[in-house]
């Protein structure tokens, strides 16, 4: 079943070195290298990390409003508008998109 299972993670360029410091301190020699210069298995799961730039995902169409970020936080980070261009990026019959 694992291998068929792939984690994608999207990260913006300047997060790149501490997201593989996490993966490395977080994983340790369970962390192996993968193909393709961002990919790893972690026990067998694959898992790529996809660089992404805030111009890919951010326009002025998808601004979220004052009011609603002034309660929970900045919903117009970059990371938060990646979910809309998950088919454009993963090639893939089915995606299951988990949000922390």
Not at 28 to 37: A, F, M, S, V, Y
Not at 88 to 99: C, E, V
């Amino acid at each position: 079943f694992a291998k068929r299972v792939c984690v994608h993670v999207f990260a913006l360029q300047i997060e790149l070195t501490g997201l593989l410091a996490a993966f490395r301190c977080s994983f340790q020699t369970r962390l192996q290298k993968g193909q393709g210069e961002n990919n790893f298995l972690i026990d067998g799961v694959a898992v790529a990390v996809h660089i992404f730039s805030e111009a890919e995902v951010l326009s002025a169409d998808l601004v979220v409003d004052e009011g609603v970020t002034a309660e929970t936080g900045d919903l117009n980070a970059p990371h938060n508008f990646v979910r809309f261009y998950l088919g454009r990026w993963i090639r893939a019959d089915r995606i299951i998109y988990l949000d922390t």
